[in-house]
């Protein structure tokens, strides 16, 4: 069952209890007892699965205020694995990103069984483009604009890189846009579901985007790679695609990991396998239409190219001659992102 | 009668081989109670220790072997960090023994697989202590703990120096000059335990201390911390360390005389029988009727009994009662008073907790979790 398919007053309690749901490889139970999270958490997570109460969890999160005076004067919100508490206190309206970032931060100290990387991951085709990047890069803007343009979303913040598959793993959770990304996707995906902003976070306004119910119903499924993409926002910049080499692609990756030093060697090997089996590109841009135009084209499923192999060939070929591929110019105006 | 006797955690630390025939159920509150007491890595050594490793299930299997990977990543750079500690004392020409997690991993004891390691600990002679702190210096390690209360703090009345940090690796390195205060009620002598100490490989100088004096040791660390969050995984320590060495043949004689040679006769009482009745520590009766002999009178054994039942038991909530916070405090409070004499500690709590009050630790989640 779906949790959105649960009556909202019993999803509530349930919420207040520890509501089991599959993210991903991972059963998580999260409890709550704050209104404003329960709302949040019914919206981002509506398409996944809710599980039966008994059998194995991964990680049991509470969310909760703390239990003096700060439940009342300035309130505030605490996030709890298992009665450990990782994190000071935030304001209460910070709670659903605070659980975001909790979760985030339960996998990739903990679910070491994967080479984690601090990237975006969607995939076309059976293929998936990995878009490792720092804060501000615009990945998140992209991601969104990806996940409802025809792409798979298989996770906005963390790649589960299987190290004996070779597989990207999904964890389809939402996707965290930041300041002005958060009005640019409302008009740039109608049909995309984002939450209430939370104004003054360390970041700036944080609102989330939910995950396209296809991405949810299909995040047992792991994909192979295909690209590597470093994206960067430049302001006024046309859509740029560029080659990226693959040893230098592959320290990328090695930036981006969060668990190397944890499997060292085999983990070099994996992120090696990873890079050796995508075309690598950096991509700079600034109008997301003109972005979705090239990766299309990345895709092979440009309406104006032949076949898929070809024109992916054709932008490879492409890239290879001149070093640097030209967006076609945008199709709409607007849609500066981030 | 405490709720934690049923705790899973406890059941498969006692019986590893149970981890083979446990339900979904079983296994989400083991994992649970063993996430919060730090034994994750060393459930997944002794599922392979018991041959079951292959029949666990999935998903929590997953979690074990990660913590394990996890841990093994640990010891390789803790190995490394021995190799360079000697490589900055070696010269010194003085006994340098590893203590605690770094000898249990040299020697390839069976509590250092799985084993989470936060700092490497070494025991020097008093009398080469500041030879000892200047080559480490000369080598890249820094002093902390700079304001002058925590200087004099360390340097006159603990038996060690503030937490050295390297200044590259950021590694942490205690640098002991005995097993406990300076101020302390008990005062095992540091150079017994030196001159016993025993070779770790071709070096001569570097050293782990003799069987029975690692298990003294590894009791008094966690029958006398000021912090008992990871009782249970000591614990458990000093479980896997005594299974181990039950074998040898005299060892539990020896254990009996060194206790008294050093002092220890209490601590060893308590030891092998907190360590029987929580994770079923097989100790031949003759040893326990001997220890027996110095347990404290009828009624402060009972209450002490109660208390480290409590306090060294899983501290995860599906685990403890209403006392469990009574015991930790009770216990936490007597090793400070067997520390320290009751004007130097009453002093010592006024610091402290005025620093509790005044200063903040902890991250905030925004800047521990991945950037967003």
């Known amino acids: 069952m779906e949790l959105h398919q649960l009556d909202p007053a019993i999803a509530r309690q349930r919420l207040a209890a520890g509501l089991r749901l599959r993210s991903g490889p991972f059963v998580v139970a999260l409890r709550s007892d704050i209104p404003a999270l329960s709302q949040q958490v019914l919206q981002q997570y509506a398409h996944h699965t809710v599980v039966d109460d008994d059998g194995f969890c991964d990680f049991h999160v509470h969310v909760t205020p703390p239990a003096n005076l700060r439940r009342w004067w300035r309130p505030q919100a605490r996030f709890l694995l298992d009665g450990d508490e990782p994190f000071t206190p935030l304001p209460l309206h910070h709670a659903f990103p605070m659980l975001e970032w909790g979760l985030n931060w339960c996998i990739s100290t903990q679910a070491h069984q994967y080479v984690i990387l601090h990237a975006a991951v969607l995939e076309r085709g059976g293929r998936t483009v990995v878009m490792p990047a720092p804060s501000g890069s615009g990945k998140s803007t992209l ?33 965290s846009l930041k300041n002005r990304s958060i009005g640019l996707i409302r008009d740039f995906a109608p049909d995309a ?43 006024d910049a046309p859509a740029l695609l560029s080659p990226l080499p693959k040893a230098q692609a592959v320290m990328e990756l090695i930036d981006a990991c969060f668990n190397y030093s944890i499997h060292r060697h085999q983990g070099f090997a994996a992120l090696g396998r990873l890079v050796d089996s995508s075309d690598c590109h950096r991509f700079e841009y600034s109008q997301l239409d003109e972005a979705m135009a090239i990766f299309d084209r990345l895709a092979g499923t440009d309406a104006d190219a032949d076949a898929g192999a070809d024109a992916e060939v054709a932008v490879e070929a492409e890239a290879e001659a001149n070093e640097k591929t030209r967006a076609p110019p945008a199709r709409a105006a607007g849609n500066a992102a981030p | ?110 509590p250092a697989d799985g084993r989470s390691f936060t700092d490497i600990d070494i025991l020097v002679p008093k009398t080469a202590l500041v030879e000892a702190e200047s080559a480490l210096l000369f080598h890249g390690w820094l002093t902390t703990h700079h304001n002058a209360y925590d200087q004099r703090y360390y340097r006159e009345w603990m038996h060690e120096l503030p937490p050295m940090l390297h200044r590259q690796r950021g590694t942490v390195l205690d640098l002991h000059h005995g097993i406990l205060p300076e101020t302390s009620r008990l005062r095992p002598s540091a150079e017994k335990l030196i001159a016993a100490a025993r070779p770790l490989g071709s070096e001569p100088l570097l050293q782990v201390l003799a069987p029975a004096d690692m298990v003294l040791h590894s009791m008094v660390h966690l029958l ?67 220890v027996a002999l110095h347990a404290p009178p009828p ?54 907790g005025w620093r509790r009050l005044t200063e903040k630790g902890q991250q905030s989640p925004e800047a521990a979790a991945p950037q967003v």
Not at chain 2, 12 to 36: I, K, N
Request: hydrophobic share 50%; aromatic share 6%; net charge positive.
């Open chain 2, 1 to 110: 009668m405490t709720r934690h006797r049923t705790a899973p955690l406890l059941a498969v630390l006692r019986e590893p081989g149970l981890m083979a025939r446990l339900s979904l159920t079983q296994w989400d509150l083991l994992v649970r109670q063993a996430r919060t007491a730090g034994l994750l890595g060393r459930l997944h050594a002794l599922a392979l220790g018991a041959g079951v490793a292959a029949q666990l299930p999935a998903a929590p299997a997953a979690h074990l072997a990660a913590a394990h990977r996890m841990a093994a990543a640990q010891a390789d750079e803790a190995r490394r960090e021995v190799a360079l500690v000697w490589q900055a004392l070696h010269g010194l020409a003085v006994p340098v023994v590893l203590l605690k997690g770094a000898a249990y991993l040299m020697t390839g004891l069976p």
């Open chain 1, 193 to 235: 579901l984002i939450g209430t902003p939370v104004p003054d976070t360390i970041k700036g306004a944080v609102a989330h985007c939910a995950p396209p119910a296809a991405a949810v119903r299909a995040a047992q499924t792991p994909a192979r790679p295909g690209w590597v993409v470093l994206p960067r926002y430049t302001p």
């Open chain 2, 224 to 290: 006398h911390n000021e912090e008992m969050g990871r009782g249970l995984r000591d614990l458990s320590d000093l479980d896997l360390l005594l299974r181990h060495f039950a074998g040898t043949p005299g060892f539990w004689d020896q254990l009996v005389a060194r206790a008294a040679e050093l002092g220890l006769e209490r601590v060893l009482y308590y030891g092998l029988n907190e360590g029987q009745a929580l994770l079923h520590t097989p100790v031949p009766p003759g040893t326990l009727q001997a």
């Open chain 1, 143 to 175: 991601c969104a604009a990806l996940a409802h343009r025809g792409w798979r979303l298989l996770s906005d913040e963390l790649a589960l890189l299987g190290l004996n598959d070779g597989l990207l793993w999904p964890l389809t959770r939402p996707i």
């Open chain 2, 299 to 352: 009624p402060l054994r009972r209450l002490m009994h109660e208390l480290w039942q409590h306090a060294l038991g899983p501290q995860h909530a599906s685990a403890t009662d209403a006392f469990t916070p009574l015991a930790l405090g009770a216990v936490v409070l007597r090793a400070h008073w067997l520390r320290m004499p009751a004007g130097l500690l009453f002093r010592h709590m006024l610091v402290k």
